[in-house]
């Protein structure tokens, strides 16, 4: 008799996990969307704010926040797990880089194609260009690849897969946020970058910790 009730709870439990899940997708992408109305209003405050102690608090966030620094932050938790003999430390940072490196990936894919003129991109005479500004190739200008941010896609998903493993390292969230922040200030993203970045990292890091924790 216990274990028929184990199992209806088990599926009703899995149900409801899902439904959680798919209504946290769609306040995701209605935050997402909302984001795009305030882009100027951001833009306008960031150059009416202009300090240089900030600057350079937002650039060195931004340089110690990318994927490459992501994989070094890793790459150390992995040695303070072996050398700590914590299966668990060990498995937990590696999903950690594999969600970083997948949310990259998939955000840096879509930045090349967008055409999206960043915000300090003075030459650009529209936002949106694809791939293309009349006879220009914009594969390789970077001063077209604003959506979504690169940067919050890598490090939302590297910093909320422990968050999804336990809730009480929601702190570690700030981390990202910071990073974020930084890309906003030093004006190479607009608002709505930087929230599609952002659910892009944290579905991804959900997804692959739900996908590898069932895993050994």
């Not at 935050?31 to 150059?47: E, K, M, Q, T």
């Not at 946020?177 to 200030?185: H, V």
């Amino acid at each position: 008799m216990g274990d028929h009730q184990s199992n209806e709870s088990g599926p009703k439990s899995s149900r409801v996990s899902a439904a959680w899940f798919i209504a946290a997708v769609i306040l995701g992408l209605l935050l997402c969307a909302v984001s795009f109305l305030y882009d100027g209003a951001v833009i306008d405050w960031v150059n009416a704010h202009d300090s240089k102690l900030l600057k350079e608090l937002a650039g060195f966030l931004s340089r110690w926040g990318d994927w490459p620094e992501l994989m070094i932050y890793g790459l150390i938790g992995l040695g303070l797990a072996w050398s700590a003999r914590s299966q668990r430390l060990f498995k937990l940072v590696l999903c950690m880089m594999f969600a970083a490196t997948v949310a990259g990936a998939v955000v840096n894919s879509v930045r090349l194609v967008s055409g999206r003129a960043r915000p300090n991109n003075t030459e650009a005479t529209q936002e949106w260009n694809g791939l293309w500004r009349g006879n220009e190739f914009l594969l390789f200008k970077n001063n077209y690849h604003s959506f979504p941010s690169g940067h919050c896609g890598a490090a939302f998903a590297f910093f909320g897969v422990p968050v999804f493993a336990d809730r009480r390292h929601w702190w570690l969230l700030l981390a990202a946020a910071a990073i974020a922040w930084s890309r906003i200030y030093l004006n190479v993203h607009h608002l709505s970058d930087v929230f599609a970045g952002a659910f892009a990292g944290l579905l991804t890091g959900a997804l692959v910790w739900r996908w590898l924790s069932r895993i050994g």
